[in-house]
């Protein structure tokens, strides 16, 4: 299929997903460009997608000398290294993975502006990936309240690599009572009124379990 026609068959899907939930919030689709070119990445935006996802600086600064920093909504949704906070945190509209407090902090010394964040969470306990673990999110919260120039719209996990459906919903089930936990404290450093959650292999499971974010690649660009 040609990458129109693929961003036409995920929308479709979401919207299916999406009449099984209750919710009534849309659900936004981040076309993740990590892996593509410019070139295609552009196929992308005039199939319909309004935001993009990149995971390294470099990626990030070659995608919008291509297209424009307006050209679209950019996300970043890999883990930022403290030192290369300065290349990216004013060249993007949404951080999907706020992880640790010495982020916050060369976040808020670098921001011209407030910056919309989800925090990660590693819902799943794997060594593998990065996340606060879900009983350490109020504390952290607490202590992101002192920047300023940190607004969290919401939590961000990623599901295991597995078969298993249920396992896959347990996770964003999870993270969604947390979401809910978090958002009942009307924090007003952090709202955190937004799921990041779903790729390409599970963005359907994660739209019915309330994901209001889903970051998907493969299935949009793959020919």
Not at 23 to 39: D, P
Not at 137 to 144: C, D, G, R, T
Not at 182 to 191: I, Q, S, Y
């Amino acid at each position: 299929m040609s990458i129109s026609e693929n961003v036409r068959h995920v929308h479709q899907k979401m919207k299916q997903a999406y009449e099984k939930t209750e919710q009534n919030k849309q659900v936004q689709l981040i076309g993740v460009t990590k892996s593509v070119s410019s070139e295609v990445a552009a196929e992308l935006l005039e199939a319909g997608v309004t935001a993009l996802g990149e995971n390294r600086p470099e990626g990030l600064a070659d995608k919008q000398a291509a297209l424009g920093r307006t050209a679209c909504e950019w996300h970043f949704i890999g883990t930022l290294q403290t030192r290369k906070v300065r290349q990216v945190i004013d060249r993007i509209d949404v951080l999907h993975s706020l992880d640790r407090l010495h982020l916050a902090e060369e976040i808020n010394k670098r921001a011209k502006q407030p910056v919309d964040c989800f925090v990660q969470v590693n819902v799943s306990g794997e060594e593998s990936k990065q996340g606060i673990h879900p009983t350490d999110i109020h504390s952290f919260l607490h202590e992101v309240g002192q920047y300023p120039m940190i607004r969290v719209i919401g939590l961000m996990t990623m599901a295991p690599l597995t078969e298993d459906e249920q396992t896959i919903r347990s996770v964003f089930r999870s993270l969604r009572h947390l979401r809910d936990e978090v958002a009942a404290r009307h924090l007003p450093h952090a709202p955190c009124t937004e799921l990041s959650m779903g790729m390409s292999s599970d963005y359907e499971i994660a739209i019915e379990e309330g994901a209001t974010y889903v970051r998907v690649g493969t299935v949009l660009v793959q020919r």
